[in-house]
């Protein structure tokens, strides 16, 4: 029954195809170093998941929200491990506003798709 609705969801258009998207950018772009490129993960999240960032862009921009993501030390390390931390860290990056369901997602991708675990 699990199995029968992960493969439905799977072959949809939206779920199925923006997951692979997804999965792919995040194993060709492991890592959380370059502004640029979690600046790029920072929007795929926000646009397939509607997270909402963009809504509070006088609060926070994409570009805020990757350099503090790059600014969490060790956070690589901490996501591949499972740490429920960063995802406060992340969720209240700026201090002007909690992006928890952005931070959830944002750890729960690179964790599922770089290291193959469910920690998030």
Same mark, same amino acid.
Do not use: W
């Given at each position: ?7 439905? +969801? =799977? ?5 199925? =195809?923006? $997951?692979?998207?997804?999965? #792919? %950018?995040? =194993? ?5 170093? #370059? +502004? ?26 994409? +570009? ?11 956070? #690589?390390? @901490?996501?591949?491990?499972? #740490? ?7 969720? @209240? ?11 959830? =997602?944002?750890? %729960? ?7 193959? @675990?469910? $920690?998030?």
């Amino acid at each position: 029954m699990i199995e029968e609705a992960h493969r439905q +969801v =799977k072959a949809t258009n939206n779920y199925g =195809k923006e $997951d692979d998207l997804i999965t #792919d %950018c995040f =194993k060709r772009f492991p890592t959380n170093t #370059d +502004v640029t490129i979690v600046a790029m993960k920072v929007g795929l999240i926000d646009i397939t998941n509607s997270t909402h960032v963009s809504q509070h862009k006088s609060l926070i921009s994409a +570009v805020e929200l990757a350099e503090c993501i790059i600014g969490i030390k060790d956070i #690589d390390n @901490r996501i591949k491990n499972g #740490d429920p931390e960063v995802v406060n860290e992340i969720a @209240r990056s700026n201090g002007y506003i909690n992006l928890f369901s952005f931070a959830t =997602k944002y750890c %729960c991708y690179h964790n599922k798709n770089l290291y193959c @675990r469910d $920690d998030y």
